[in-house]
T-cell receptor, first 115, second 111 residues
Framework: DTAVSQTPKYLVTQMGNDKSIKCEQN?????MYWYKQDSKKFLKIMFS???????INETVPNRFSPKSPDKAHLNLHIDSLELGDSAVYFC??????????????FGSGTQLSVL | DQQVKQNSPSLSVQEGRISILNCDYT??????FLWYKKYPAEGPTFLIS?????DKNEDGRFTVFLNKSAKHLSLHIVPSQPGDSAVYFC??????????FGDGTTLTVKP
């Protein structure tokens, strides 16, 4: 059983289209994230949700909208896709225990290519 | 502003020898540090971590050293194995829920 699963693995689309990436975790974690890995290989946080509440929202264009229907799911919707959105998007989850930092569990990534 | 830097994009070592991967940070508020390993077409997986109250943490073949005054940490792998060949990311946290990542070092362990 995959702990953090995201779909699709590959997404090729035209500029201007709207697309969604889905993420589910079966670890029972309270917190989920979206990270973006750009061409320079940096992993940069985009959003973080804790129990369906948005807690981190980095400087991300409004075209990106996360949606968390429940604490096991965090989807990413992207409107009006641009060439610069091409990247690998990783979903992750973690569980904070007693205020201690916890490691992240990542999905396998979604390679988004905007043509 | 790149707060976590891994200045060596790649490292190649012989099987059985020591691999040393380095990471520097600039934000003195960081107090928890993690290393992740990533294979191609997979997500990063947690390897080892260290709190700022310690200067060393060991787990099997993996040891992380933290030098707070120099804002530097390193990951030692001894002995290195071909299966260790992967991209290694250093990450740092100032509070729970937000890890800042470096851009990775590609380790190649030659048989």
């Amino acid at each position: 059983d995959t702990a953090v699963s995201q779909t699709p693995k590959y997404l090729v689309t035209q500029m201007g289209n709207d697309k969604s990436i889905k993420c589910e975790q079966n670890l029972g974690h309270d917190t989920m994230y979206w990270y973006k890995q750009d061409s320079k290989k940096f992993l940069k946080i985009m959003f973080s949700y804790n129990n369906k509440e948005l807690i981190i929202n980095e400087t991300v264009p409004n075209r990106f909208s996360p949606k968390s229907p429940d604490k096991a799911h965090l989807n990413l919707h992207i409107d009006s896709l641009e060439l610069g959105d091409s990247a690998v998007y990783f979903c992750a989850s973690s569980q904070e225990i007693g205020g201690a930092y916890e490691k992240l569990f990542f999905g396998s990534g979604t390679q988004l290519s905007v043509l | 502003d790149q707060q976590v830097k891994q200045n060596s994009p790649s490292l190649s070592v012989q099987e059985g020898r020591i691999s040393i991967l380095n990471c520097d940070y600039t934000n003195s508020m960081f107090d928890y540090f993690l290393w992740y390993k990533k294979y191609p077409a997979e997500g990063p997986t947690f390897l080892i971590s260290i709190s700022s109250i310690k200067d060393k943490n060991e787990d099997g073949r993996f040891t992380v050293f933290l030098n707070k005054s120099a804002k530097h940490l390193s990951l030692h792998i001894v002995p290195s194995q071909p299966g260790d060949s992967a991209v290694y990311f250093c990450a740092a946290s100032a509070y729970a829920g937000k890890s800042t990542f470096g851009d990775g070092t590609t380790l190649t362990v030659k048989p």
